[in-house]
């Protein structure tokens, strides 16, 4: 039998409790990542609001680049686009400066919601265009499938199915390369039916 003294309940912290930031900004940040987790957005963007004004009273960059990229996510769920696109510019800018590759992969993705939210397709599919050489670029064929399903996607929503089924025939040949039979297939069999409804 061993002799152990056990911690007075009133002393146990609660496990599942995130230690909070002691800098007010990273404090307000990470509350306004759980906010939007919960999806309670009103509060999400205050919170970021209120990181982003602390960020940038200490020239912090990182976090000014952090806070707009997640106010950027805030208004793409409220359909703002138009202040999804500024927000997500600034964070382009300083990740630019930054030469981040990944955080600007990152943006053009929601750059690419925006612009489809706008119906600004044109712009949209450019972007696309430029991720695809960036995932070709870095040998990521995932990138480059789920690129090409959302420009089909984009062709599908501006009524090109000629372009549409186009892209399925690339993403088919990508899965065919991969030894994927019967995804590549299936969206053979996807750009079929588009060809046939042209």
Request: aromatic share 8%; proline share 3%; net charge negative.
């Given at each position: 039998?061993?002799n152990?003294?056990l911690?007075?309940?009133?002393?146990?912290?609660?496990?599942?409790k995130?230690?909070?930031s002691s800098?007010?900004?990273?404090?307000?940040?990470?509350?306004?990542?759980?906010?939007l987790?919960?999806?309670?957005?009103?509060?999400?963007?205050?919170?970021?609001?209120?990181?982003?004004?602390?960020f940038?009273?200490?020239?912090?960059?990182?976090?000014i680049a952090?806070?707009?990229?997640?106010?950027?996510?805030v208004?793409?769920?409220?359909?703002?686009?138009?202040?999804?696109?500024?927000?997500?510019?600034r964070?382009?800018?300083?990740?630019?400066?930054?030469?981040?590759?990944?955080?600007?992969?990152?943006?053009?993705?929601?750059?690419?919601?925006?612009?489809?939210?706008?119906?600004q397709?044109p712009?949209?599919?450019?972007i696309?265009?430029?991720?695809?050489?960036?995932?070709?670029?870095?040998?990521?064929?995932?990138?480059?499938?789920?690129t090409?399903e959302?420009m089909?996607?984009?062709?599908?929503?501006?009524?090109?199915?000629?372009?549409?089924?186009?892209?399925?025939?690339?993403?088919?040949?990508?899965?065919?390369?991969y030894?994927?039979?019967?995804?590549?297939?299936?969206f053979m069999?996807?750009?079929?039916?588009?060809?046939e409804?042209?």
């Amino acid at each position: 039998m061993t002799n152990t003294t056990l911690q007075p309940v009133q002393n146990i912290a609660p496990v599942d409790k995130k230690k909070r930031s002691s800098d007010p900004a990273q404090a307000e940040y990470e509350d306004g990542k759980e906010f939007l987790e919960k999806r309670e957005l009103a509060q999400a963007a205050l919170a970021f609001h209120n990181a982003l004004l602390a960020f940038e009273e200490k020239d912090d960059q990182n976090g000014i680049a952090n806070a707009s990229n997640q106010l950027g996510h805030v208004c793409l769920q409220r359909l703002e686009y138009e202040k999804a696109l500024t927000h997500y510019q600034r964070a382009w800018d300083i990740c630019e400066k930054k030469n981040d590759p990944m955080s600007l992969i990152a943006l053009s993705n929601q750059f690419v919601t925006v612009r489809q939210g706008l119906m600004q397709y044109p712009e949209a599919i450019q972007i696309c265009l430029d991720l695809l050489d960036s995932y070709s670029g870095n040998n990521n064929p995932e990138g480059v499938v789920s690129t090409l399903e959302r420009m089909v996607a984009i062709y599908l929503e501006t009524g090109d199915k000629a372009k549409a089924a186009d892209g399925y025939r690339t993403i088919a040949s990508i899965h065919a390369r991969y030894k994927h039979k019967n995804i590549a297939e299936r969206f053979m069999e996807k750009a079929q039916a588009l060809e046939e409804a042209v």
